[in-house]
């Protein structure tokens, strides 16, 4: 704490750069880097290394290997393709390798080939000089220089859309430099030709003249561009620097420095809220920060890696981190500071040491009502230290400062405690993921877990979990997923060992799907074990697609049947049915009865012929019989094929030994035959009408010997005739033929009914003709609805009926109807004496 600021370095007039150190490397390179391709993954991601083939020999293979940040080996393979120009990694920290035949081959981060694309038939055709990749809000993408000097470029390598740009004017050789540049969310390269300057987009290349460029600039050699794209620096054959905004339209300052070559490597070292931004470039044995030119030896050859905060440099033996210093920190440990903060760090100090002066710190921050702001400022300095011991001592400052403080809210100091573990966790030499607080907060908890996963720490990520207190669909499960499908590749175990590992450590854990888990498995060609998996699946929906998958359709079918989902039975079917042959598929079908009735009702809706097919291996002549029968209606077929249809049908009725079916069904021919001979006759539409449509049609039409002879061949009962008949007469208006027909025999329903169509039609003069002729069981009834209350009491007398006499009596009024009533009170008194 003593020389906390001994390597503070001034930049500028407000800002300080360190260089903190992160890790001796723990690798043990036989190659210097500027003999290899190097890729470094930012957010403290893993570094990539691969030789640069010289030795022409086929049997010569280099190595490609992957470290962690502190240099502990993750993988290594040997290099088997085309040379590779250039390596890069994507956001999900897949390894990019460009070859000179311009394919790009994508590797995990344990050197596993993922899958191949090209970058096109002319970078095929013209190979790959350079290539660069880049990160924007559409994802990660490619630009390639071909040997054409011609350059194409991907700006999203998970939806691959090549764009070939057009061609900068007069280039007879390479470019000198060029970067990629995100303006107003249009992806877009700036190339340099000597001192000229060429914004290539879609469609256009312009030349660019840069805001404030001394005349005395030189050729360009150098291109950085900042790890958000908001700013683009330059360098040139003269050592001039030239920094402003990736618009084009802003500058920020320039330079001069002594060197002439052009770095090895360029880039930015900023952060958000920056004092002072600067440029650092690396040359064999001396780094330069640009702005105030301050230098820094290197012992070694060092490769830069920019970040959100600063810029990581590591070599064969050391990884440093150089940033400019926080604010926070700068107020607090700046030399004879009187910052809040620093008085705050310093009354804790004499705290400790049982001193008086503790008191008199305090009391001059409280004078100046600045103790909430010393304890913000201690927390802000140590969620930015890396060594533990100052994080504590900062943090212990802040806690001793709250105490004094009236409801000051706990939640900054408890969260930056909590994120600080977490860090200091994963900042440990064998995970080798120095995040800064910065980065951390950038790339969230959720993302840090995904890396953790992806590196196949899955304790760490787990504890991580229970400490963060996440949900288990977000945190544990989300883990344990991830670690059943590695587990589920390792082959040197059994199928039910492997199984019962799982199923012991997942167990009924929310949020974990076994059959992701059995659909890796059988990614990994162990179908078995994926069978296994999936019986500790409870969701059937889940299960049986991928059984489905595997080609053990029959097991598929058991458990749609199990699970009671009619519709995930229908997929199993249809499935087989495109899967098997036709005799086998009926063949599986017969042995499951559910899954056959639900197909046969399948096939009433979309497959006829199918469901014959199905009756007739089945030898169910009924279910034939009733098939014709709804195919002579549901076609558009002529009456003649209908007919067929029919009688088809009933030879079927006769086979499954239906008589009344096979009845019913002759009849419907018959009469099918003699709608046609009347549609034939009349030019009126009859076909398809049942037959007591026909025959009452018939009636209102007046054809009454037609409508006789239908009563005469169907069989028609008596009683349903004379309804019909009468029914008919009433509507049509024809009282004559309905009088007529009411005395052609006596009618089998009775005459009430001639009363009541004849009122329900209005028509009291006809209904007062049949009254006298009801039975007398009906006749009072008959003359009450024709309103004829005399002579439905004489009826009610005659029948000495009290209950009918009590109901002549409820229609009548006592003036119209006085005679009436006396008469039958007259008669209820006779019924009483008697």
Known sequence: MDCYTANWDPLGEAAYYRKLDLYTMGWNLREDLRDCLVAAAPYGGPIALLKNKKEKSPSSRPPLEIYTASGVLLASIPWKNCPAVHLGWTTSEDLLCIQEDGSVLVYSLFCEFKRRFSMGNEVLQNHVLEAKVFHTEYGTGVAILTGAHRFTIATNVEDLKLRRLPQVPGVQKPPSC????????????????????????????????????????????????????????????????????????????????????????????????????????????????????????????????????????????????????????????????????????????????????????????????????????????????????????????????????????PERFVETCRDLRVLNAIRDYQIGIPLSFDQYTQVTTEVLL?????????????????????????????????????????????????????????????????????????????????????????????????????????????????????????????????????????????????????????????????????????????????????????????????????????????????????????????????????????????LDESLHDTVYNLILEGNHKRAEQFYRDFKIPDKRFWWLKINALAEQGDWEELEKFSKSKKSPIGYLPFVEISMKHHNRHEAKKYGPRVAPEQRVKAFLLVGDLSQASEAAIERKNEAEMNLVLSKCTAAADASVVAKINLAKAQLGKK
């Not at 290539?200 to 404030?212: N, Q, R």
């Not at 500071?337 to 409280?366: C, F, N, T, V, W």
């Not at 489905?548 to 598929?556: C, E, H, V």
């Open 178 to 409: 060029w970067a990629v540049l995100c303006q107003e969310r249009v992806t877009v390269l700036l190339v340099a030709v000597g001192q000229e300057l060429y914004l290539l987009d879609s469609t256009t290349c312009s030349p660019v003249t840069l805001p404030g460029l001394s005349p005395h600039a030189g050729s360009f050699l150098r291109m950085a561009v900042s790890f958000n794209y908001r700013f683009l620096a330059l360098f040139t054959d003269t050592g001039y620097i030239w920094m402003g905004k990736s618009n084009l339209k802003e500058k920020l300052g320039e330079s001069i420095c002594e060197f002439r070559a052009p770095p090895k490597q360029m880039v930015w070292c900023t952060r958000s809220r920056s004092k002072q931004r600067a440029v650092v470039m690396a040359w064999e044995r001396r780094l330069l920060v640009a702005g105030d030119a301050e230098q820094y030896p290197l012992d070694e050859d060092s490769y830069l890696v920019p970040e959100l905060d600063g810029v990581r440099i590591f070599s064969r033996s050391t990884h440093e981190f150089l940033h400019e210093i926080p604010e926070a920190s700068q107020e607090v440990f700046k030399i004879a500071s009187m910052a809040p903060g620093a008085l705050l760090m310093e009354a804790q100090k004499e705290y400790e040491k049982e001193s008086q002066k503790a008191d008199e710190y305090l009391r001059e921050i409280k004078d100046q009502n600045l103790l909430p702001e010393a304890v913000e400022q201690c927390i802000r300095a140590a969620s930015y230290e890396h060594e533990p011991e100052i994080q504590k001592s900062l943090l212990r400052a802040a806690s001793f400062g709250k105490c004094f403080i009236d409801k000051f809210p």
């Open 450 to 686: 995904d890396r953790l996963v992806l590196r196949r720490l899955y304790p760490i990520a787990i504890k991580i979990c229970e400490y963060l207190r996440l949900s288990e669909f977000q945190g544990i499960s989300r883990i344990l997923a991830h670690w059943a499908c590695y587990k589920v590749q390792q082959k040197d175990k059994s199928d039910e060992e492997v199984a019962q590992a799982i199923n012991q450590k997942l167990g009924d854990t929310p949020g974990i799907s076994y059959s992701e888990i059995a659909a890796r498995a059988y990614e990994c060609g162990r179908t078995e074990l994926a069978i296994k998996l999936l019986e500790y699946e409870p969701r059937s929906g889940k299960q049986v697609p991928l059984l489905l998958k595997m080609k053990r359709s029959q097991l598929a079918l058991s458990k749609a049947i199990e699970s009671g989902d009619t519709d995930l039975v229908y997929t199993v079917v249809l499935h087989l049915k495109n899967e098997l042959n036709r005799g086998a598929f009926f063949m599986t079908l017969q042995n499951q009865p559910v899954a056959l009735s639900l197909y046969r009702q399948f096939c009433k809706y979309q497959e006829l012929d199918t469901l014959k097919d199905l009756y007739n291996q089945d030898d169910d002549h009924q279910e034939l019989g009733n098939f014709h029968v709804r195919a002579s209606y549901a076609s558009d077929k002529q009456i003649d094929g209908r007919v067929a249809s029919l009688q088809n049908a009933v030879d079927e009725y006769y086979k499954a030994k239906n008589e009344f079916a096979a009845k019913a069904t002759e009849d419907q021919i018959k009469l099918l035959r003699n709608q046609r001979r009347l549609q034939a006759d009349f030019d009126k539409p009859y």
